[in-house]
C-alpha cells in the first residue's frame, strides 16, 4: 500500500494502515533451538551499530537467527521491524523498488526511489531486515549508505554469505550450532549441545515418541558430528528419521557424507558440508524425485502444481508420477508448501534451489528448462491478458511476477525473440496494473531494440501499441505518439484490422491526454466502429474513454447513453471492477450537471469498491475530482486530504501529468487563505503542463480560471504576475516540495460535530479510519473486542452504511483525524 503524502507542517510522512502493524515478520512454524549466548552478543552489538549483517554459509542458519533477533529488539521499537528477502530478486537495480513494495512505498516511477524512501523513514524508529543479500551486495550497499545517513533513527540487519562493504557495517560470523564432544553419548550431557537439541527437537515433530536415550544417543550424536551442526543439514536429515530410523540415517551418513563429495578445493569448507547434505539428501530419492528436484530449480518464487506439470514433466520424468514426487519432496521438507484458499503454492528453500541450478546444469538441462519455464508464462499470461478490467484476470500475472521476469531475461538470454514479444505483450496488464510502468517500458525498449524478423513483426506492432500506454501513463507523450503511429503504418501495411484499431485507439488517448479532445472524440469514434464490427472484448476500453471525453466536452446525453451501454457489460460480465468504471461515470455526470454533492458521494462509493478491486490510475482520478467537489461544497479539509491522496499516489507510481492535477487542485484549496502562494503553485503546474504538452481539460481550466481570477483581482496584476512568473521557475520536484511547505491543512482544522453517533462510537469510527482492528481498538479504548464490535454494528445502523471500510471512509471524511493519522487513512488500498 503506498505511503501517503504529508503536507503538514513538522511531521513525518504516515504509512497507510500498514504502519499499525509494526512490521511484516513471519511467525515461527517450528521451535527455536539454542544460541542463547550468541543472541546476547548481538544485543550488544546492536547498540553499537547500525548496520550489522549476520555473514556465514548457506544454511547456517542465518535468517532464522536474524528473525529471532529481530522478533526481541522489535518490542523497543515504535515503528516495528519490516523484513525483505531479497532471494528472487536477480536486477540489482529493482532493491530499492523491492524495498518500497515491502514498505508500502512504490518506486516513483523514471527516478530513483532512495528520495521517497528517505522521506517516508526519516525520523522513524525501526529496524529493516534484509535477508539474503548475497547476489546483490554492491547494490545493497549503496542503497543503504544513503539511508543511513539521511535516516538517523533507521537501523539494518543483514544476512549474507560475506560482507555489504558498506560504510556503517558491523560483521558477525554466525557459527553452526555447538556439537558434542567427541565420544560423548550420555542422554543428559548431550542435551548441552545445540545441534543435538536441534536435531531431537526436529525428530519429534514426526515421531512424536522419540526420546533421546541411551540405546539412540550415540547414533544422534554421530549424526550431529557428521553434520557439522549446521541447522539445515539437520533438519533435513531428522526428516528422514521417520522412514529409515536414527541407525540407518548414521549408516547412511558414513558412507555418503564426506567432504569430498559434490565440492571443489576453491569453496569454504562448511560450504562442502552443506553441499554434501544436500547431494546425500538427494541420493536418497529415486530417480524420478531426483529430476523432478532440479528441474523446480528454474522458478523463482514459487510455482503450482499445474506449474510443475507442464514444466517438469517427460523426458525421463512421466507425469503421472509427477504429483507423487513432488509429494515426496514436500514430505522430506526439500519443497516448502504454504496453503491458500484456493491453491498450495510450493517453493524451494534458496540454498536448496541453488543445489538443483547445479545439478539442473550438470544435467545439461538449463537451457531446455528455461525455455519450457518461459512458455509456461506465456500460456499463462496470454490466458490473462485479453481483457484487463476485472481484478482476478491480473491477480495470476502479479503474482508470477518473479517467473515472469526471470522468464524474459532467459528468453532474450537465448534469443528467442518470438517469445520474448509475445511474453511482453501477455505481461503488459501486470505492469499496468502493479504501477511498474518504467519496469514495462524498459522490457519492451530492450526487446524492440533487437533486430526483428517476419514472424515477429506482429507481436513488435503490438509491442509498440503496449509500450505506447505504459509511456502515455508517464507523461511521455512525445514518445507514446511516436510508437503508435509507428505500429499504426505497420499494421496498416498487413492489412490488421484489429492492429489498427488498437493503434488507433492509443493515438486517441495522446490527444485526449493532451487536451484535443475533438480529434480524440472523433478517433475514439473510429476505434469504436472498428472494434463494433471486429466484435472484440477490447472495446469496453475504448467505450470508457470515449465517455470521459464527452463528459469533458459537455455532452451530458451521449456520456450517459455510454453509461448504460458500459453497465450492460459489466453486469453481463459480473465484472465489479469495471461496475467500479460505472459509478466513477456516474460522478461525472453528476458534476457535468453541477450536483457536487451526489458526485461526492459517488466517488466515495467508487473508493470503497476499489479498496478489493484497485487500479492505481483510477483511484488517483476519483480523489482529485472529489477534492473538486469537497471544494464546491465548502468542505475544505475533506477536500486537502483527498488531493493529498492523490498527490502521493501519483508520486509514487511516476504518473506525473496526474500529479500536476492534483497539485493544481492543492492550489486551488490554498486560494481563499493565501492566493499568493496559491497562484506560485498553479504557476509550477502550468510549466510543467508546458513541458508534458499537457493542455488543461475543460473541467480543469473551468476550475482555474475562477479562482486565478478572483486570486488575481485580490493580489492586483503586479503581484499575481509577480508570483505566477516566480512559480513558473519551479521543477516538478520544486512544485510538490512547495506544496508541503504551505501546510495547507492546517488552515483548515475546523470542528465537524458528530453528528448522530455518541462520543465513544465517534472514537471508534475514528480508529478504524486509522485501520485498526477490533482487538486494537479494544486495547486503545480499555474496554472488550465485544463492545467494540457492538458499537461498530451501531455505527452501521445509525450511519445506514455496510462495511467497516465505509465508516473509514466516512470518519475520514469528516475532517476530525490529526493531519498525520488523515493522510494515512485515505489510503484505501495497497
Wanted: net charge negative.
Amino acid at each position: 500500500m503506498p505511503a501517503a503524502t504529508h503536507l503538514a507542517e513538522h511531521s513525518v510522512p504516515p504509512w497507510s494502515s500498514r504502519e499499525l502493524m509494526r512490521g511484516n515478520l513471519p511467525g515461527d512454524l517450528t521451535s527455536f533451538v539454542g544460541r542463547e549466548a550468541e543472541l546476547a552478543r548481538l544485543q550488544e552489538l546492536y547498540q553499537q551499530t547500525r548496520l550489522l549483517t549476520l555473514v556465514g554459509p548457506g544454511g547456517v542458519g542465518k535468517t532464522r537467527l536474524a528473525l529471532r533477533l529481530a522478533r526481541e529488539l522489535g518490542e523497543s521499537l515504535p515503528d516495528g521491524v519490516w523484513l525483505l528477502d531479497l532471494t528472487p530478486v536477480a536486477d540489482p537495480a529493482l532493491v530499492p523498488q523491492e524495498l518500497s513494495d515491502v514498505l508500502g512505498v512504490q518506486q516513483q516511477t523514471g527516478k530513483s526511489s532512495l528520495p521517497e524512501l528517505i522521506r517516508v523513514l526519516r525520523g522513524r524508529r525501526l529496524l529493516l531486515v534484509l535477508d539474503n543479500c548475497e547476489h546483490l551486495v554492491a547494490a545493497c550497499a549503496e542503497m543503504l549508505d544513503y539511508l543511513l545517513r539521511a535516516c538517523p533513527e533507521l537501523r539494518v540487519l543483514a544476512t549474507s554469505l560475506q560482507p555489504l562493504g558498506a560504510a556503517a557495517e558491523t560483521t558477525w560470523r554466525v557459527s553452526p550450532l555447538s556439537l558434542p564432544a567427541d565420544s560423548l553419548d550420555d542422554p543428559t550431557e548431550l542435551q548441552s549441545s545445540e545441534a543435538v537439541r536441534l536435531f531431537v527437537a526436529r525428530v519429534k515433530a514426526r515421531v512424536p515418541e522419540f526420546a533421546l536415550s541411551h540405546h539412540n544417543a550415540a547414533f544422534v550424536a554421530e549424526i550431529c558430528r557428521q553434520l557439522d551442526g549446521l541447522p539445515l543439514a539437520l533438519e533435513l536429515v531428522a526428516a528422514r528419521v521417520e522412514s529409515l530410523g536414527v541407525a540407518e540415517v548414521a549408516a547412511r551418513l558414513a558412507d555418503r557424507f564426506t567432504l569430498a563429495v559434490g565440492t571443489t578445493r576453491n569453496v569454504p569448507a562448511r560450504h562442502q558440508t552443506l553441499q554434501a547434505a544436500l547431494d546425500w539428501s538427494s541420493s536418497l530419492l529415486d530417480v524420478h524425485e531426483r529430476i523432478l528436484l532440479r528441474r523446480l530449480g528454474v522458478f523463482v518464487g514459487g510455482w503450482t502444481l499445474q506449474a510443475a506439470e507442464q514444466v517438469c514433466a517427460g523426458d525421463g520424468l512421466p507425469s503421472e508420477v509427477l504429483v507423487d514426487a513432488l509429494s515426496r519432496l514436500v514430505t522430506i521438507s526439500l519443497v516448502g508448501v504454504q496453503h491458500d484458499d484456493l491453491t498450495v503454492p510450493y517453493r524451494l528453500l534458496e540454498t536448496v534451489r541453488a543445489h538443483a541450478r547445479q545439478q539442473l546444469e550438470l544435467a545439461g538441462e538449463t537451457t531446455k528448462l528455461q525455455l519450457a519455464h518461459a512458455r509456461y508464462m506465456l500460456e499463462l499470461a496470454e490466458r490473462t491478458e485479453a481483457e484487463w478490467f476485472d481484478v482476478a484476470r491480473a491477480t495470476p500475472l502479479v503474482a508470477e511476477e518473479d517467473n515472469l521476469r526471470a522468464s524474459l531475461e532467459s528468453t532474450l538470454q537465448h534469443e528467442q525473440l518470438d517469445l520474448a514479444v509475445r511474453l511482453a505483450n501477455a505481461a503488459w496488464p501486470m505492469w499496468l496494473w502493479n504501477s511498474h510502468y518504467l519496469e514495462g517500458c524498459t522490457w519492451f525498449d530492450r526487446i524492440l531494440a533487437l533486430p526483428g524478423s517476419a514472424a515477429t513483426a506482429a507481436a513488435r506492432s503490438v509491442a509498440r501499441t503496449r509500450n505506447s500506454r505504459l509511456r502515455l501513463v508517464l507523461g511521455d507523450y512525445d514518445l507514446a505518439q511516436a510508437h503508435c503511429e509507428r505500429a499504426f503504418a505497420e499494421e496498416r501495411a498487413r492489412g490488421d484490422a484489429l492492429g489498427m484499431a488498437l493503434a488507433l485507439d492509443g493515438l486517441a488517448r495522446v490527444a485526449e491526454q493532451r487536451g484535443d479532445l475533438v480529434r480524440a472524440a472523433e478517433l475514439f469514434g473510429d476505434v469504436c466502429r472498428h472494434l463494433r464490427d471486429l466484435d472484440s472484448p477490447r472495446l469496453t476500453g475504448t467505450l470508457l474513454e470515449c465517455a470521459i471525453v464527452a463528459s469533458e466536452i459537455g455532452e451530458v446525453g451521449e456520456l450517459r447513453e455510454l453509461i448504460r451501454e458500459i453497465d450492460d457489460i459489466a453486469r453481463e460480465r459480473r465484472d465489479t471492477l469495471l461496475s467500479a468504471c460505472v459509478v466513477h461515470l456516474n460522478a461525472l455526470a453528476a458534476m457535468r450537471v453541477g450536483d457536487s454533492l451526489t458526485a461526492a458521494e459517488l466517488l466515495e462509493q467508487e473508493l470503497v469498491m476499489r479498496q478489493t478491486e484497485g487500479g492505481q490510475q483510477a483511484i488517483i482520478k476519483a480523489f482529485t475530482i472529489l477534492g473538486h467537489m469537497r471544494v464546491d461544497l465548502g468542505q475544505y479539509p475533506a477536500a486537502v486530504r483527498a488531493f493529498s491522496a492523490a498527490i502521493a499516489r501519483a508520486q509514487v507510481t511516476g504518473e506525473r501529468v496526474r500529479l500536476i492535477r492534483a497539485l493544481e487542485g492543492y492550489a486551488r484549496c490554498l486560494a481563499p487563505g493565501d492566493p499568493e502562494s496559491a497562484v506560485r503553485l498553479a504557476g509550477a503546474t502550468d510549466r510543467q503542463r508546458e513541458l508534458y504538452g499537457a493542455v488543461p481539460w475543460p473541467s480543469e481550466r473551468q476550475y482555474l480560471d475562477a479562482w486565478l481570477n478572483a486570486a488575481r483581482h485580490a493580489l492586483g496584476q503586479t503581484t499575481y504576475r509577480r508570483a505566477w512568473e516566480d512559480g513558473h521557475t519551479s521543477s516538478l520536484d520544486q512544485a510538490i516540495s512547495m506544496a508541503e511547505a504551505l501546510a495547507v491543512e492546517r488552515q483548515f482544522n475546523a470542528v465537524v460535530p458528530r453528528g448522530p453517533l455518541s462520543a465513544r462510537e465517534w472514537d471508534v469510527a475514528r480508529l478504524l479510519a486509522r485501520g485498526l482492528t477490533n482487538k486494537q481498538i479494544a486495547a486503545e479504548l480499555i474496554v472488550s473486542p465485544a463492545t467494540v464490535r457492538s458499537h461498530v454494528e451501531h455505527i452501521l445502523a445509525k450511519l445506514d452504511l455496510r462495511s467497516r471500510a465505509q465508516i473509514a471512509v466516512w470518519a475520514t471524511q469528516q475532517g476530525v483525524l490529526p493531519a498525520a493519522e488523515a493522510n494515512g487513512a485515505t489510503q484505501l488500498l495497497p
